[in-house]
């Protein structure tokens, strides 16, 4: 019974002082998920990259000039209450899109989909990419594309599935040798792939692994605002637009202030009562 | 009996009774919703069993283990090889683009001859016996110095087959495109001794003062480096960056010093002076050292601090600092080698710099700098020369570098024909339109490319190689690693076209020479070769995939030879009329050299990159006058003149123009060529007087409103 | 309608040249009506059920013919040939190297099929390309190991007796989709008496619910 058992809710952390941008998770994503390429990528907004990086800077000039890089895949929200809402999911009129309660994965259906691009509107982080044109490869090319993820169409919306196929490989050889997952032995490809180390990728509600240890996510709702859960115990720790709710499974680091204000829009005067405002300490929960 | 309208209406009534009481209706409805969701032109990849295979990635010279997942024997992902002593498990986006390079558009897919101005398709036994035919010709004509070779890497098993295809032949003609491997191992011999590489452990430095090399850029072997600046947090290691812009390196560094670009030897100089004025270590550690008191003078009396703030830009100051940061620290390390330190450097700043660490006394030390043997693993049987090639090799080569040599042929020709292996000048050289009127000076060209590359483009016979995962090969660690692993890279697929590893072809084309030559390459296969001349570690090889031949400090202090610096002129780079200083810029995502990126990483390439047609080119806002973000401009140098797009940013110098490198292909590949333009067509080579580099780091550029 | 209401009201008023003449021959009319109601539905029903399957699938032969029972009595079980792989994944249909484990290039049996085998496969080292009844879309993603070892099912309980047929069937394959028929069924209206007669998204999804409770995420069966 899925109920019975232990719910994951898979994600991650980037800890964006040690990205260099190198562009290796990007990569890394497009040839493990069969995602195709044009012969113009250089207009970004048909450009279709399940995991982009950013690049943000504080606009200071040279040499005092800071850049970040921010490797945005999607964020698998959980919606107001991490109840499973997210804000795609909501707006899919065909279930073309829903919310894995075991895994907090949020799943896009290819051959569900009909292309009304509701939910690239109500997703506020652009994670999401419509195919404007068939996928074509050069000839002989797609010999090299993986049966684990299926190719997509033109007129479809397609998005990062943090490698579900992944999971599903790992799930099936522990089933056969009777036993959990191990931590590692599902990874995203951009996790793996990244030489800087800078992702990690596992169960946020395991307190064994990695990525529990660094976000250590607050169970309980945030008592400023009660649609926020699982805000990071971790002062260096801070998720994109955090306040709207929409509850990430994707948590950045940096020890700098600058960027982790960078994650949000704020008021004048606004980011000085956030910044000290964590989630409560572990006594709560 | 009349039929009526009353009757269709029956029939009609009755029709759709009928069809709806049978199973049409909603087997249709559903049918036709399933094939609305059909794409039968959609590829579906074939699904079966699941295998991973060892190998090392060739596509540059960092030498990485990778692990190529294959479903049925069909590869589908490659990814950095767990536990493997260069890269453990990273992997960087070209590497794991590799099986783009598989079915890229450019292959070559058979022999070819050149007709014309078009290619024919040959069979190997035409193309090797055409070959061979008009390599007979210049042997028997008693020339055979007139042979060249262009080649990339110079290490390994293959580097050595041919060189000893030359020395068979007669020709001492040999030549290698730039490269930081080649730049280091001059510097070694400048400053060291001959044949030897430099290696630099940024593993273990806890204070890295790199010379705008782009450490997490693809300097030296990448996924090591990136790894290396990784674990600086923790090991609570310093970067300091020299440089004139925001690169990723300095971006990541704890602290920036910016400086005049082209004045970084100076900035070495100056902190050596420092360390020789103020500190006593330096002085001692100078004992057993060469020209040594010619050299401390010369710093005393052109490299004061005044001296050194007027021609870099450091304040006198902070020269001093750095000087006593850096020899202060517990293994400080100087890193030269701008950007990815092949293209557009000198000696004179790669000796100074490695004079500030054999000052600091940084040499063969843990986090220092290794001046390493080479690796030593390859036992080649005695070559055969006969007199013709005996001849031959006694002569002098034309030119001392790939610079020179291309000069040499523009000006009076004096090559009959020239090999080019694993390179790619007519690209990867600066004035490539002066590289390619040297290349028209040669009759006869024979190119080993797997590509259409430029280079290819220009070539009269090309014997296509098959790549790296269709390839068994020796891969050597060098490129400033401070370890020497060898790898082997094995075939992962069979050729995808009808292709040969270039060490077969040369075996063909040797026994098709006859005599002498042929007795020098009697083996039956290239993978035979390889078995017999790394014979020692063959087995270890094949088993592990690869063998760490060194990897801790080599024993004792080497003695440095100052004589080179003392007496280096410094090098007064002509570099014509302008308000700014164009440089180019080695970006991560875009291949450098003779390596060309893949249709994917070309994709990931920013928009303040390459934006359409167009390169953008960053500027400093302060100094970009009535430009704006994004405007179409005229860039114009003594070389050349070309648009580009101007893209305002903080993170450069004012007054200097960063131009990304590796775009500007010219050759037939949609995907990757035809964007953007080559910033080596703008930049005129400028050759160093006693290392034949080419120093030309930049050029003097005007800037204009299109 | 409303123009067959607007026609049927003009008739009785000025139904002019046809309408006044015809009368006496109303009757006749609407039996005649009845026939050809009762001829178009018996046509129409009888294409529907008999007529329509035939052309709604087209027919393909297996390279040649494959004799599951006689291989269950020699080997004895599935897992032989069709097994799961040490990382759990599933091996399907066994490749030419799986058969070459007992078969040579020479027919091992008397039959034409036998020799069909041994001369135009295991000769000529080339892999049987056999048409695979269950086959489910690329869309689909499916866990034998999920269902046999971790759900402890038969075999038989999705595939049926196919271990038993001494026979390979025709390969149906929907002319519209693309799908083989057993993915709906060999029953046109999709009615299943068993558990296997059908393998759509709601026969996994029935399944699901009465067996784990919920009838699953999109992932869990898609990719």
């Given at each position: 019974m899925i109920e019975n058992k232990k719910v994951h809710k898979f994600g991650m952390v980037i800890d964006l002082d040690k990205c260099t941008g190198c562009g290796a998770c990007m990569v890394s994503c497009m040839s493990e998920n069969n995602v195709p390429f044009k012969e113009d990528e250089s207009n970004k907004k048909d450009s279709i990259t399940w995991m982009r990086v950013y690049k943000l800077t504080n606009g200071k000039s040279f040499p005092e000039t800071e850049i970040v890089y921010l490797p945005r895949p999607c964020q698998h929200c959980g919606g107001i209450g991490d109840h499973g809402h997210s804000p795609c999911v909501s707006v899919c009129p065909a279930t073309a899109t829903d919310y894995g309660y075991d895994t907090g994965i949020v799943s896009q259906i290819y051959t569900r989909c009909f292309g009304c691009r509701y939910c690239m509107g109500a997703c506020p982080y652009h994670a999401r990419y419509f195919n404007w044109w068939d996928p074509k490869w050069p000839e002989g090319m797609e010999k090299y594309l993986s049966p684990n993820v299926s190719p997509r169409m033109r007129g479809v919306v397609e998005k990062c599935s943090f490698c579900y196929h992944r999971y599903q490989l790992a799930r099936e050889q522990a089933i056969v040798e009777d036993r959990e997952i191990e931590e590692m032995e599902y990874q995203t490809a951009c996790t793996t792939a990244c030489p800087a180390g800078a992702i990690v990728f596992g169960d946020l509600n395991n307190p064994a692994h990695k990525v529990h240890q660094i976000v250590k996510p607050d169970p309980h709702p945030d008592p400023m605002n009660h649609k926020v859960v699982g805000k990071s115990r971790n002062p260096k720790v801070f998720r994109l637009l955090e306040r709207l709710g929409t509850n990430p499974k994707v948590y950045y680091m940096s020890e700098r202030e600058w960027v982790r204000k960078a994650g949000d829009n704020y008021l004048k005067g606004e980011w000085e009562n956030v910044k000290t405002h964590h989630g409560a300490s572990s006594s709560h929960g | 009996m009349k039929i009526d309208r009353r009757s269709f209406l029956g029939l009609g009534l009755g029709a759709a009774a009928g069809i709806a009481l049978s199973p049409v209706g909603v087997k249709l409805t559903d049918d036709s919703s399933i094939w609305t969701q059909n794409w039968p032109w959609t590829?579906?990849?074939?699904?079966?069993?699941?295998?991973?295979?060892?190998?090392?990635?060739?596509?540059?010279?960092?030498?990485?283990?990778?692990?190529?997942?294959?479903?049925?024997?069909?590869?589908?992902?490659?990814?950095?090889?767990?536990?493997?002593?260069?890269?453990?498990?990273?992997?960087?986006?070209?590497?794991?683009?590799?099986?783009?390079?598989?079915?890229?558009?450019?292959?070559?897919?058979?022999?070819?001859?050149?007709?014309?101005?078009?290619?024919?398709?040959?069979?190997?036994?035409?193309?090797?016996?055409?070959?061979?035919?008009?390599?007979?010709?210049?042997?028997?004509?008693?020339?055979?110095?007139?042979?060249?070779?262009?080649?990339?890497?110079?290490?390994?098993?293959?580097?050595?087959?041919?060189?000893?295809?030359?020395?068979?032949?007669?020709?001492?003609?040999?030549?290698?495109?730039?490269?930081?491997?080649?730049?280091?191992?001059?510097?070694?011999?400048?400053?060291?001794?001959?044949?030897?590489?430099?290696?630099?452990?940024?593993?273990?430095?806890?204070?890295?003062?790199?010379?705008?090399?782009?450490?997490?850029?693809?300097?030296?072997?990448?996924?090591?480096?990136?790894?290396?600046?990784?674990?600086?947090?923790?090991?609570?290691?310093?970067?300091?960056?020299?440089?004139?812009?925001?690169?990723?390196?300095?971006?990541?560094?704890?602290?920036?010093?910016?400086?005049?670009?082209?004045?970084?030897?100076?900035?070495?100089?100056?902190?050596?002076?420092?360390?020789?004025?103020?500190?006593?270590?330096?002085?001692?550690?100078?004992?057993?050292?060469?020209?040594?008191?010619?050299?401390?003078?010369?710093?005393?009396?052109?490299?004061?601090?005044?001296?050194?703030?007027?021609?870099?830009?450091?304040?006198?100051?902070?020269?001093?600092?750095?000087?006593?940061?850096?020899?202060?620290?517990?293994?400080?390390?100087?890193?030269?080698?701008?950007?990815?330190?092949?293209?557009?450097?000198?000696?004179?700043?790669?000796?100074?710099?490695?004079?500030?660490?054999?000052?600091?006394?940084?040499?063969?030390?843990?986090?220092?700098?290794?001046?390493?043997?080479?690796?030593?693993?390859?036992?080649?049987?005695?070559?055969?020369?006969?007199?013709?090639?005996?001849?031959?090799?006694?002569?002098?080569?034309?030119?001392?570098?790939?610079?020179?040599?291309?000069?040499?042929?523009?000006?009076?020709?004096?090559?009959?024909?020239?090999?080019?292996?694993?390179?790619?000048?007519?690209?990867?050289?600066?004035?490539?339109?002066?590289?390619?009127?040297?290349?028209?000076?040669?009759?006869?060209?024979?190119?080993?490319?797997?590509?259409?590359?430029?280079?290819?483009?220009?070539?009269?016979?090309?014997?296509?190689?098959?790549?790296?995962?269709?390839?068994?090969?020796?891969?050597?660690?060098?490129?400033?690693?401070?370890?020497?692993?060898?790898?082997?890279?094995?075939?992962?697929?069979?050729?995808?076209?009808?292709?040969?590893?270039?060490?077969?072809?040369?075996?063909?084309?040797?026994?098709?020479?006859?005599?002498?030559?042929?007795?020098?390459?009697?083996?039956?296969?290239?993978?035979?070769?390889?078995?017999?001349?790394?014979?020692?570690?063959?087995?270890?090889?094949?088993?592990?995939?690869?063998?760490?031949?060194?990897?801790?400090?080599?024993?004792?202090?080497?003695?440095?030879?100052?004589?080179?610096?003392?007496?280096?002129?410094?090098?007064?780079?002509?570099?014509?009329?302008?308000?700014?200083?164009?440089?180019?810029?080695?970006?991560?995502?875009?291949?450098?050299?003779?390596?060309?990126?893949?249709?994917?990483?070309?994709?990931?390439?920013?928009?303040?990159?390459?934006?359409?047609?167009?390169?953008?080119?960053?500027?400093?806002?302060?100094?970009?006058?009535?430009?704006?973000?994004?405007?179409?401009?005229?860039?114009?140098?003594?070389?050349?003149?070309?648009?580009?797009?101007?893209?305002?940013?903080?993170?450069?110098?004012?007054?200097?123009?960063?131009?990304?490198?590796?775009?500007?292909?010219?050759?037939?590949?949609?995907?990757?060529?035809?964007?953007?333009v080559n910033v080596n067509d703008l930049i005129g080579p400028v050759i160093e007087p006693g290392s034949g580099l080419d120093a030309a780091f930049g050029i003097k550029a005007t800037l204009s409103k299109a | 309608m409303s123009e067959l209401e607007n026609k049927a009201n003009d008739d009785p008023g000025g139904g002019a040249h046809h309408g006044i003449n015809n009368g006496p021959e109303d009757d006749k009319g609407l039996g005649l009506g009845v026939i050809f109601f009762m001829g178009a539905f018996l046509v129409c029903f009888l294409s529907g059920w008999l007529l329509f399957p035939k052309l709604l699938y087209s027919k393909k032969e297996q390279p040649f013919n494959f004799d599951h029972s006689l291989h269950v009595e020699e080997i004895g079980d599935c897992e032989t040939c069709h097994f799961l792989r040490e990382d759990g994944t599933f091996s399907g249909i066994p490749g030419l190297e799986s058969c070459m484990e007992c078969h040579t290039d020479e027919p091992m049996g008397e039959t034409d099929d036998e020799a069909v085998f041994a001369e135009e496969y295991v000769a000529q080292g080339k892999e049987v390309p056999w048409l695979i009844y269950a086959k489910q879309p690329d869309c689909v993603y499916f866990s034998h190991a999920a269902h046999i070892v971790a759900g402890g099912m038969d075999c038989k309980t999705c595939h049926g007796h196919i271990g038993e047929t001494s026979s390979s069937r025709p390969y149906e394959e929907n002319r519209i989709t693309g799908y083989s028929r057993d993915i709906w069924g060999k029953n046109i209206w999709g009615i299943k008496k068993n558990s296997w007669d059908r393998m759509k998204m709601d026969d996994c999804a029935d399944c699901h619910l009465e067996e784990m409770g919920h009838k699953g995420y999109c992932f869990q069966c898609h990719k």
């Amino acid at each position: 019974m899925i109920e019975n058992k232990k719910v994951h809710k898979f994600g991650m952390v980037i800890d964006l002082d040690k990205c260099t941008g190198c562009g290796a998770c990007m990569v890394s994503c497009m040839s493990e998920n069969n995602v195709p390429f044009k012969e113009d990528e250089s207009n970004k907004k048909d450009s279709i990259t399940w995991m982009r990086v950013y690049k943000l800077t504080n606009g200071k000039s040279f040499p005092e000039t800071e850049i970040v890089y921010l490797p945005r895949p999607c964020q698998h929200c959980g919606g107001i209450g991490d109840h499973g809402h997210s804000p795609c999911v909501s707006v899919c009129p065909a279930t073309a899109t829903d919310y894995g309660y075991d895994t907090g994965i949020v799943s896009q259906i290819y051959t569900r989909c009909f292309g009304c691009r509701y939910c690239m509107g109500a997703c506020p982080y652009h994670a999401r990419y419509f195919n404007w044109w068939d996928p074509k490869w050069p000839e002989g090319m797609e010999k090299y594309l993986s049966p684990n993820v299926s190719p997509r169409m033109r007129g479809v919306v397609e998005k990062c599935s943090f490698c579900y196929h992944r999971y599903q490989l790992a799930r099936e050889q522990a089933i056969v040798e009777d036993r959990e997952i191990e931590e590692m032995e599902y990874q995203t490809a951009c996790t793996t792939a990244c030489p800087a180390g800078a992702i990690v990728f596992g169960d946020l509600n395991n307190p064994a692994h990695k990525v529990h240890q660094i976000v250590k996510p607050d169970p309980h709702p945030d008592p400023m605002n009660h649609k926020v859960v699982g805000k990071s115990r971790n002062p260096k720790v801070f998720r994109l637009l955090e306040r709207l709710g929409t509850n990430p499974k994707v948590y950045y680091m940096s020890e700098r202030e600058w960027v982790r204000k960078a994650g949000d829009n704020y008021l004048k005067g606004e980011w000085e009562n956030v910044k000290t405002h964590h989630g409560a300490s572990s006594s709560h929960g | 009996m009349k039929i009526d309208r009353r009757s269709f209406l029956g029939l009609g009534l009755g029709a759709a009774a009928g069809i709806a009481l049978s199973p049409v209706g909603v087997k249709l409805t559903d049918d036709s919703s399933i094939w609305t969701q059909n794409w039968p032109w959609t590829p579906v990849p074939e699904d079966g069993e699941i295998t991973y295979d060892r190998s090392v990635c060739s596509l540059c010279p960092g030498a990485c283990g990778i692990s190529v997942r294959k479903i049925n024997g069909r590869p589908v992902k490659i990814e950095g090889l767990d536990d493997h002593p260069i890269n453990n498990g990273g992997a960087c986006l070209h590497g794991i683009a590799g099986l783009q390079y598989l079915y890229d558009p450019a292959r070559i897919k058979t022999p070819l001859k050149k007709n014309g101005n078009k290619f024919e398709k040959i069979s190997w036994d035409e193309a090797i016996s055409l070959v061979a035919g008009k390599l007979g010709e210049i042997r028997e004509s008693g020339t055979p110095e007139s042979l060249g070779l262009i080649s990339g890497a110079d290490n390994g098993s293959m580097a050595q087959l041919f060189r000893r295809f030359m020395d068979a032949f007669g020709s001492p003609n040999t030549y290698t495109m730039p490269s930081l491997e080649s730049n280091l191992a001059l510097t070694a011999a400048a400053l060291h001794s001959a044949d030897r590489s430099l290696g630099f452990d940024i593993d273990h430095s806890d204070f890295i003062l790199s010379f705008g090399a782009a450490i997490i850029e693809g300097w030296g072997s990448p996924v090591a480096c990136i790894q290396a600046n990784a674990s600086r947090h923790e090991r609570k290691a310093k970067l300091v960056q020299v440089d004139y812009r925001l690169s990723n390196t300095a971006n990541a560094a704890d602290k920036i010093i910016a400086v005049k670009p082209g004045t970084e030897a100076d900035l070495a100089l100056g902190l050596c002076a420092v360390l020789l004025a103020k500190t006593k270590i330096a002085k001692d550690s100078l004992s057993g050292d060469v020209n040594k008191l010619a050299f401390s003078a010369m710093l005393e009396k052109e490299y004061t601090s005044d001296k050194v703030e007027a021609i870099t830009g450091v304040k006198a100051a902070d020269v001093e600092a750095l000087a006593m940061a850096f020899i202060k620290a517990k293994a400080p390390v100087a890193v030269p080698g701008k950007g990815r330190g092949d293209v557009g450097q000198s000696l004179r700043e790669f000796a100074a710099v490695q004079a500030l660490n054999a000052l600091a006394g940084r040499l063969n030390k843990e986090g220092g700098v290794f001046v390493m043997w080479p690796a030593g693993y390859l036992k080649f049987p005695e070559n055969v020369m006969d007199d013709t090639a005996e001849q031959g090799a006694g002569k002098a080569k034309l030119a001392g570098s790939v610079t020179e040599l291309v000069d040499k042929l523009e000006k009076d020709g004096g090559l009959s024909a020239l090999f080019i292996y694993n390179a790619n000048p007519c690209y990867a050289l600066n004035n490539t339109e002066k590289v390619k009127a040297a290349m028209d000076k040669v009759g006869f060209k024979v190119s080993f490319s797997s590509f259409m590359d430029e280079t290819a483009l220009k070539s009269d016979v090309i014997l296509p190689a098959s790549i790296f995962l269709e390839r068994l090969e020796d891969v050597v660690s060098g490129a400033g690693l401070a370890k020497t692993v060898v790898g082997l890279c094995r075939p992962m697929v069979k050729p995808v076209f009808d292709t040969k590893h270039p060490g077969d072809t040369l075996i063909l084309l040797a026994q098709a020479m006859g005599d002498s030559i042929a007795e020098g390459f009697s083996w039956d296969s290239y993978e035979a070769c390889l078995e017999e001349v790394t014979g020692d570690i063959w087995d270890t090889l094949s088993d592990d995939g690869y063998v760490v031949i060194d990897d801790k400090p080599p024993v004792g202090t080497p003695v440095t030879d100052f004589t080179f610096l003392s007496s280096a002129p410094k090098i007064d780079v002509p570099m014509g009329e302008g308000d700014f200083t164009l440089v180019p810029v080695d970006k991560m995502r875009l291949a450098g050299g003779s390596m060309i990126s893949s249709p994917f990483a070309v994709k990931t390439v920013s928009d303040t990159v390459l934006s359409g047609k167009y390169s953008v080119v960053e500027i400093n806002p302060a100094t970009a006058g009535a430009l704006k973000d994004g405007d179409v401009a005229v860039l114009k140098t003594a070389m050349g003149t070309v648009k580009v797009k101007i893209g305002l940013n903080e993170g450069i110098m004012a007054g200097v123009i960063g131009m990304p490198r590796g775009l500007g292909h010219t050759f037939n590949n949609p995907y990757v060529a035809g964007k953007g333009v080559n910033v080596n067509d703008l930049i005129g080579p400028v050759i160093e007087p006693g290392s034949g580099l080419d120093a030309a780091f930049g050029i003097k550029a005007t800037l204009s409103k299109a | 309608m409303s123009e067959l209401e607007n026609k049927a009201n003009d008739d009785p008023g000025g139904g002019a040249h046809h309408g006044i003449n015809n009368g006496p021959e109303d009757d006749k009319g609407l039996g005649l009506g009845v026939i050809f109601f009762m001829g178009a539905f018996l046509v129409c029903f009888l294409s529907g059920w008999l007529l329509f399957p035939k052309l709604l699938y087209s027919k393909k032969e297996q390279p040649f013919n494959f004799d599951h029972s006689l291989h269950v009595e020699e080997i004895g079980d599935c897992e032989t040939c069709h097994f799961l792989r040490e990382d759990g994944t599933f091996s399907g249909i066994p490749g030419l190297e799986s058969c070459m484990e007992c078969h040579t290039d020479e027919p091992m049996g008397e039959t034409d099929d036998e020799a069909v085998f041994a001369e135009e496969y295991v000769a000529q080292g080339k892999e049987v390309p056999w048409l695979i009844y269950a086959k489910q879309p690329d869309c689909v993603y499916f866990s034998h190991a999920a269902h046999i070892v971790a759900g402890g099912m038969d075999c038989k309980t999705c595939h049926g007796h196919i271990g038993e047929t001494s026979s390979s069937r025709p390969y149906e394959e929907n002319r519209i989709t693309g799908y083989s028929r057993d993915i709906w069924g060999k029953n046109i209206w999709g009615i299943k008496k068993n558990s296997w007669d059908r393998m759509k998204m709601d026969d996994c999804a029935d399944c699901h619910l009465e067996e784990m409770g919920h009838k699953g995420y999109c992932f869990q069966c898609h990719k």
